[in-house]
């Protein structure tokens, strides 16, 4: 089991699908994950998160929240977020950047 703190991810996300796809799979490798993952999707076609992340997130004991509403933009994307994060710590991650493995540990312990 990796290192679970307790901070709420947000990523919105709107028909970039295949960068998500790699976003999601770098998850594998950080070495510290949120306690709290959740993803604001803006698309006429909803992104169906794959089983082997469905399945990390359960292990892990992660709480992955998918919202989906059309035509949002980032910044009302990130709000919708920032109103249903359970996590007092809010952490940010746009679809496409690929972080390190430990950006969100040194993150969290800046």
Aim: glycine share 2%; charged share 25%; proline share 5%.
């Amino acid at each position: 089991m990796k290192n679970i703190v307790d901070a709420s991810l947000i990523i919105p996300l709107k028909e970039t699908f295949k960068e998500f796809d790699q976003l999601l799979v770098s998850f594998f490798s950080w070495s510290f994950l949120p306690k709290e993952i959740i993803i604001i999707e803006s698309t006429t076609h909803q992104y169906e998160i794959k089983k082997n992340f469905l399945d990390f997130c359960d292990i892990n004991n992660i709480n992955l929240n998918h919202i989906a509403k059309p035509n949002l933009f980032p910044g009302h994307a990130r709000n919708i977020g920032i109103q249903i994060a359970k996590s007092e710590i809010l952490v940010f991650l746009d679809v496409l950047t690929i972080p390190d493995n430990d950006w969100f540990e040194k993150g969290y312990k800046l």
